[in-house]
């Protein structure tokens, strides 16, 4: 029981020692309703890139339908920790013509933009 007892506080410290982050899934970088896909939308995974010192995130739309859709979609940027850089983008309307594909893009002057998702819905 002693064992137990002088155990504790250890344990609990070594609880409070890791790097404080949010975890985020890398690899869920576009996040979808449903009717988005079954629409005929088929989106890249965002990739960043600096223009003019700020970050720039893009994803390409492909709409394999014959007919054009029209979507919303939003980009949210996290730091390294993976907090939500503010202010958040306001919501953006595009439509993708038939079987063809468009480049949907976000820019961020924030220095700590690390990483990027999009958010797709009708």
């Known amino acids: 029981m002693r064992f137990l007892m002088a155990l504790l506080p250890v344990v609990l410290l070594m609880g409070c020692s890791s790097d404080p982050h949010i975890a985020l899934n890398n690899q869920q970088t576009v996040i979808m309703e449903s009717p988005v896909l079954t629409a005929g939308i088929i989106p890249s995974s965002p ?4 223009v003019g010192g700020r970050k720039q995130a893009s994803s390409v739309l492909s709409n394999s339908q014959p007919h054009a859709v029209t979507l919303h979609y939003r ?12 202010p958040i ?3 953006r309307t595009i439509t993708v013509p038939a079987n063809s594909e468009l480049t949907i893009s976000s820019l961020n002057g924030n220095l700590d933009a690390y990483r990027v998702r999009v958010y797709l819905y009708l």
Do not use: H, P, R, V
């Open 75 to 86: 980009f949210y940027w996290y730091d390294k920790q993976g907090l939500d850089l503010l």
């Open 47 to 50: 990739s960043i890139s600096e």
């Open 89 to 91: 983008a306001e919501a």
